[in-house]
């Protein structure tokens, strides 16, 4: 069972619209959380680091918040614009930096 | 900021040929670097963790003698599919980690690799 789980599988939005999207994860010990934007064909690009301590960081329009208790996070895209469509994978790292886990990622198309 | 190249981005080629995908770190050094396989909608599935120096570290179920990888440097690590067949065709990516900090680990941007 993967021990981390995004929803949704995949989403459509309108453009200027906001969303969010869903990450919760059984990792034990936790570490950090990352989030990674994906688009079609090309490798992860990191939006968000955060570690146990960490509640909520943002990178301009991407809000991502963490609550370890509940061992869940999310990510708000705010305003989306067309290029925010991709695929956003949830990556959480737990007692060795090297050991990642990575959720299967939620697709968004934002549609004008 | 940091970057990490991988090439080619694509390649085709026929079953039963080797191909050779490189991963290097620009503007870091990496002592470990990853690699990973992804098919279509699916997560990245990691294959090995390679360590500059030593011998790569292969998960459960990754043939290591089918898919090669050498990390000489700090800067770079290769990846060799060998014998390539149909069912190798997938996505593969590498990962770099900075040895200055925990949080800077750095993805390449991937190579397509069709077997006909």
């Known amino acids: 069972k993967n021990q981390v789980e995004q929803s949704p599988q995949s989403l459509i939005i309108l453009e200027g619209k906001n969303c969010t999207l869903q990450?919760?994860?059984?990792?034990?010990?936790?570490?950090?959380l990352r989030w990674y934007k994906q688009d079609t064909g090309r490798g992860p690009v990191s939006l968000t680091i955060?570690?146990?301590?960490?509640n909520t960081k943002s990178n301009g329009r991407y809000t991502a918040t963490l609550d370890a208790d509940t061992k869940q996070s999310s990510l708000h895209i705010t305003a989306s614009q067309l290029s925010d469509s991709a695929s956003y994978i949830c990556?959480?790292?737990?007692?060795?930096?090297?050991?990642?886990?990575f959720g299967a990622g939620t697709t968004v198309t934002v549609r004008a | 900021g940091a970057v990490v190249s991988q090439h080619p981005s694509r390649v085709i080629c026929k079953s039963g040929t080797s191909v050779k995908i490189e991963c290097r770190s620009l503007d870091f050094q990496a002592t470990t670097m990853f690699w990973y396989r992804q098919f279509p909608k699916q997560s990245l599935m990691l294959m090995a963790t390679?360590?500059?120096?030593?011998?790569?570290?292969?998960e459960q179920g990754v043939e290591k003698d089918k898919f090669l990888i050498n990390h000489a440097s700090l800067t770079l690590s290769t990846l060799t599919v060998t014998s390539a067949h149909p069912e190798d065709s997938s996505f593969y990516i590498c990962?770099?980690?900075?040895?200055?900090?925990?949080?800077?680990?750095?993805f390449g941007s991937g190579t397509q690799l069709s077997v006909l």
């Open positions: 390679s360590n500059e120096g030593s011998k790569a570290t292969y």
């Open positions: 990556v959480v790292s737990g007692s060795s930096v090297n050991k990642l886990s």
């Open positions: 990962s770099a980690r900075d040895l200055s900090g925990w949080e800077k680990l750095f």
């Open positions: 990450c919760n994860y059984t990792v034990s010990p936790f570490s950090n």
């Open positions: 955060m570690t146990f301590s960490e």
